[in-house]
């Protein structure tokens, strides 16, 4: 096992992992130079499309050392070492993939891009790896490039890492400059998993994908023993038994090999169909029928055997930051849609689901993610993995209602908020928000304040930079936050933020009524100072969307009771004297008056439908 490396490469987005990853494959030659492309580890077209990994990726790659005369009394077997790479997302909304990768790994590199210098993710990273234990290599990129920052790049790493200048690495992914003594430096300080092939087998299952014809794949990192192809293993979670159909290494695409052993990454068949069986963070063992056995049933309730083990340490359950519900615009597409979500569940753990109705567009689901991105990759995934056509609502987060009967209700979409006068105090999600920026742009952050109730906490210096530290409502930094933010720093400020606690918050169920009827569906939650404002929005998108009736219909907006902004819709008309010619003008006014009393009748027991169309068309413009 001494040849043996694990690494994972963590940076903020866009700072060149993948990059940095294409040359690691090219140079230790893992990949042939006529099937090599730019972002090869990023295997989906979207990746591909934005720039960005959204999915972690591992590879193996062999790195042959060249000896030089000083190294003949090395272990001859050393010349050869394997390096198992994992590649990493950089934005926030998918950090939950960094800390998988992290628990199967020794070692990282943090990436830094020279032109940039670091970035608030870069922190995020760098905490997580070092909360991990793990051996953090400080890397700067793109050094060839004529504005690059080298010097204070290199301060700001020293500062964030407590390093020496010589111990921090500069490459350049795109030309190749430095990659080989990054190879070097990777094998002498990262050091080599344990060695415990005599000990039961235990794997630590840190992703998995569905395939049609295998079944589940899961990706594993073989922490004790070994498994080979034909033997039974057992998820201890889910307490399913399986056959081992296949199993072998990521190169980086699969390759099949006879058996896995400690220390190593690999992927296992299972060949269960049924995703909801097989979870990140579980264990996989093996049944045996030796020595001290421990009895379980399986899902067929038949008794197997098992040598007693310990389950590894999984995965912390991620907290979904933002709600949405997806509903199958055709809503003849509903089971299609609920395949899909599985699916996607298996190869994305940090998605939350449930199932749900409503009436406008039947059957659906609530969808928790992690943020804003994550929302938006998974509608696209569905759109062009699945084929599938999907309306996704208002996005929301998660509140907390105190009732006066003592009782606590969780709410993430306003209908299923209480009446006002039960509700004693409503509580919202609050995260610590940094915002690390050049310095001079910080009386522009701080016009941010007000607008988005961010209650300033303290500033931290890394070199020529700031940190900018609030605590923040998780509603207001959702939405078109980033997009100010960058606005007002002309694209150089960064943020990261992390759940501290649910907080008091003088909230307001805003409700919209549509010919006097309310609208459950439309209602929201808001901040009381800007009811009114959103108020007026949404009852003015109202009017130019709803179709026009035989009656006049008074679209608006109410908080407690109270309300706050009113549209009218003009009813439609009919020129009900058209037919007439000549005579006197009595004639028509009676005409007039008949017509205005059968408008009063339908608008007294008139209702309005909110078609799917014009719901459909209300989100797209929110």
């Given at each position: 096992?001494?040849?043996i490396?694990n690494f994972?490469?963590?940076?903020?987005i866009?700072?060149?992992k993948?990059?940095l990853a294409d040359?690691l494959?090219e140079?230790?030659?893992?990949i042939?130079?006529?099937?090599m492309?730019?972002?090869?580890l990023?295997q989906?077209d979207?990746e591909?499309?934005?720039?960005?990994t959204?999915?972690?990726?591992p590879?193996?790659?062999?790195?042959?050392k060249?000896?030089?005369?000083?190294?003949?009394?090395?272990?001859?077997?050393?010349k050869?070492?394997i390096?198992?790479?994992?590649?990493?997302?950089?934005?926030?909304?998918?950090?939950?993939?960094v800390?998988?990768?992290?628990?199967?790994?020794?070692?990282a590199l943090?990436?830094?891009d020279a032109?940039q210098?670091i970035?608030a993710?870069?922190?995020?990273?760098?905490q997580?790896a070092?909360?991990?234990g793990?051996v953090?290599i400080?890397v700067?990129?793109k050094?060839?490039l004529?504005?690059?920052k080298i010097?204070?790049?290199?301060?700001?790493?020293?500062?964030?890492?407590?390093?020496?200048?010589?111990e921090i690495l500069?490459?350049?992914?795109?030309?190749?400059?430095g990659i080989?003594?990054?190879?070097e430096t990777?094998i002498?300080k990262i050091?080599?998993?344990l060695?415990n092939d005599?000990?039961i087998f235990?794997?630590?299952?840190?992703?998995s994908l569905y395939?049609?014809?295998?079944?589940?794949?899961?990706?594993?990192?073989?922490?004790?023993g070994?498994?080979k192809?034909?033997e039974?293993?057992f998820?201890?979670?889910s307490?399913?038994?399986f056959k081992?159909?296949e199993?072998?290494?990521?190169?980086p695409?699969?390759?099949?090999?006879?058996?896995?052993?400690?220390?190593?990454?690999?992927?296992?068949?299972?060949g269960i169909k049924?995703p909801t069986?097989?979870r990140v963070g579980?264990?996989i063992t093996k049944?045996k029928?030796?020595?001290?056995r421990n009895?379980f049933t399986?899902?067929n309730n038949?008794?197997?055997?098992?040598?007693?083990?310990?389950p590894l340490?999984?995965?912390?359950?991620p907290?979904?930051?933002v709600?949405a519900?997806?509903?199958p615009?055709?809503s003849?597409?509903?089971d299609?849609l609920?395949?899909?979500?599985?699916?996607?569940?298996?190869n994305?753990p940090?998605?939350?689901y449930?199932t749900?109705?409503f009436?406008?567009?039947g059957?659906?689901?609530?969808l928790?993610?992690?943020g804003?991105?994550?929302?938006?990759?998974?509608k696209?995934?569905?759109e062009?993995?699945?084929k599938l056509e999907v309306?996704?609502?208002?996005p929301?987060?998660?509140y907390?209602t105190i009732?006066?009967?003592?009782?606590?209700?969780?709410?993430f979409?306003?209908?299923d908020?209480?009446e006002?006068?039960?509700?004693?105090k409503?509580l919202?999600?609050?995260?610590?928000?940094e915002?690390l920026?050049p310095?001079h742009?910080?009386g522009?952050?701080m016009?941010?304040?007000?607008?988005?109730r961010?209650?300033?906490?303290?500033?931290e210096?890394?070199?020529?930079?700031?940190?900018?530290?609030?605590d923040?409502?998780?509603?207001e930094?959702?939405?078109n936050?980033?997009d100010k933010?960058?606005?007002?720093?002309?694209?150089?400020?960064?943020m990261?933020?992390?759940f501290?606690?649910y907080?008091?918050?003088?909230?307001v169920?805003?409700e919209i009524?549509i010919a006097?009827?309310k609208e459950e569906s439309?209602?929201?939650i808001?901040?009381?100072?800007?009811a009114?404002?959103e108020?007026r929005?949404?009852?003015?998108?109202?009017k130019d969307?709803?179709p026009?009736?035989?009656?006049?219909?008074a679209i608006q907006a109410m908080?407690e009771?109270?309300?706050i902004?009113?549209e009218?819709?003009?009813?439609?008309?009919k020129d009900?004297t058209?037919y007439?010619?000549g005579g006197?003008r009595?004639?028509k006014?009676k005409?007039w008056k008949k017509q205005?009393e059968g408008?009063?009748?339908l608008?007294?027991?008139g209702?309005?439908n909110?078609?799917?169309?014009?719901y459909?068309?209300l989100m797209k413009?929110?």
């Amino acid at each position: 096992m001494k040849n043996i490396r694990n690494f994972a490469i963590i940076a903020h987005i866009d700072h060149g992992k993948s990059t940095l990853a294409d040359r690691l494959l090219e140079f230790t030659n893992t990949i042939d130079k006529r099937k090599m492309k730019n972002q090869i580890l990023d295997q989906m077209d979207l990746e591909r499309e934005r720039g960005i990994t959204i999915k972690m990726q591992p590879c193996q790659m062999i790195w042959r050392k060249k000896l030089s005369s000083n190294d003949e009394k090395i272990d001859q077997n050393l010349k050869e070492y394997i390096l198992n790479l994992i590649d990493t997302p950089g934005h926030v909304d998918f950090n939950y993939e960094v800390s998988r990768s992290l628990a199967a790994v020794e070692g990282a590199l943090l990436l830094v891009d020279a032109t940039q210098g670091i970035q608030a993710q870069t922190m995020g990273n760098y905490q997580l790896a070092k909360k991990q234990g793990l051996v953090i290599i400080p890397v700067i990129n793109k050094i060839d490039l004529p504005i690059a920052k080298i010097e204070e790049t290199e301060n700001q790493i020293m500062a964030l890492c407590k390093v020496k200048r010589e111990e921090i690495l500069k490459v350049s992914a795109k030309t190749g400059e430095g990659i080989e003594k990054l190879l070097e430096t990777i094998i002498e300080k990262i050091p080599p998993p344990l060695e415990n092939d005599n000990k039961i087998f235990r794997a630590l299952i840190f992703d998995s994908l569905y395939d049609d014809h295998k079944g589940v794949i899961s990706y594993v990192r073989v922490v004790d023993g070994e498994i080979k192809v034909g033997e039974n293993g057992f998820f201890m979670a889910s307490k399913t038994s399986f056959k081992i159909n296949e199993l072998g290494i990521f190169k980086p695409w699969l390759e099949k090999k006879e058996k896995l052993s400690s220390g190593e990454m690999g992927y296992i068949v299972s060949g269960i169909k049924e995703p909801t069986k097989v979870r990140v963070g579980d264990t996989i063992t093996k049944i045996k029928n030796q020595n001290e056995r421990n009895q379980f049933t399986n899902e067929n309730n038949v008794k197997i055997e098992l040598e007693i083990v310990e389950p590894l340490p999984g995965y912390k359950e991620p907290e979904p930051m933002v709600f949405a519900s997806v509903y199958p615009v055709n809503s003849e597409n509903y089971d299609l849609l609920k395949n899909a979500i599985f699916k996607l569940k298996l190869n994305d753990p940090s998605l939350i689901y449930k199932t749900e109705f409503f009436s406008a567009l039947g059957q659906g689901f609530c969808l928790g993610f992690l943020g804003l991105l994550h929302l938006e990759i998974i509608k696209e995934r569905l759109e062009r993995e699945y084929k599938l056509e999907v309306i996704f609502t208002t996005p929301s987060v998660n509140y907390k209602t105190i009732l006066k009967n003592e009782t606590t209700k969780e709410v993430f979409r306003a209908s299923d908020l209480p009446e006002y006068d039960q509700i004693v105090k409503i509580l919202e999600p609050w995260v610590r928000l940094e915002i690390l920026t050049p310095i001079h742009f910080f009386g522009q952050i701080m016009q941010l304040k007000d607008r988005h109730r961010l209650d300033y906490k303290t500033t931290e210096y890394l070199g020529d930079l700031m940190i900018v530290i609030f605590d923040a409502p998780l509603s207001e930094i959702i939405v078109n936050f980033y997009d100010k933010l960058k606005s007002i720093t002309e694209g150089y400020a960064s943020m990261n933020y992390n759940f501290i606690e649910y907080r008091e918050g003088d909230l307001v169920k805003l409700e919209i009524l549509i010919a006097g009827e309310k609208e459950e569906s439309l209602a929201r939650i808001v901040h009381r100072r800007f009811a009114e404002e959103e108020g007026r929005k949404m009852v003015k998108k109202l009017k130019d969307l709803l179709p026009r009736q035989n009656f006049t219909v008074a679209i608006q907006a109410m908080i407690e009771g109270k309300i706050i902004a009113r549209e009218t819709l003009p009813a439609l008309k009919k020129d009900v004297t058209g037919y007439l010619y000549g005579g006197d003008r009595t004639r028509k006014m009676k005409l007039w008056k008949k017509q205005k009393e059968g408008k009063k009748r339908l608008k007294e027991r008139g209702k309005v439908n909110i078609s799917t169309k014009t719901y459909i068309d209300l989100m797209k413009t929110e």
